[in-house]
């Protein structure tokens, strides 16, 4: 099992950002996915889940209304596309699957 984020950068607080998180090694299609981030200094923390068909998601209620994650079961690809960012917003975002994680992709929201 390999899942590998991308799509996190620098951006300003009011900003927009998309992450993309692949899976390859299992049947994807036939999974939840899941974001996690972890601040620093601080533990790593659920945002958001999506069911396997994509017809249930669920989120942290900091990012409520903000984030919506999403996924292309061709394309074996979960996304989280965030918006109204915030300075709290910064952190590691990883992406899970059942116990395996991804690497995670930095994001930054700063002026």
């Known amino acids: 099992v390999q899942l590998v984020e991308s799509g996190g950068a620098l951006v300003q607080p009011g900003g927009s950002l998309r992450l993309s998180c692949e899976g390859s090694g299992f049947t994807f299609s036939g999974y939840r996915m899941s974001w996690f981030r972890q601040a620093p200094g601080k533990e790593r923390e659920w945002v958001a889940t999506?069911?396997?068909?994509?017809?249930?998601?669920y989120y942290e209620d900091s990012v409520k209304g903000r984030f919506i994650i999403a996924r292309d079961n061709g394309k074996n690809t979960v996304y989280l596309q965030m918006n109204s960012l915030k300075p709290e917003d910064t952190a590691v975002y990883y992406c899970?699957?059942?116990?395996?994680w991804g690497q995670g992709t930095q994001v930054t929201v700063s002026s």
């Open positions: 999506i069911t396997p068909a994509g017809g249930g998601t």
């Open positions: 899970k699957t059942e116990t395996y």
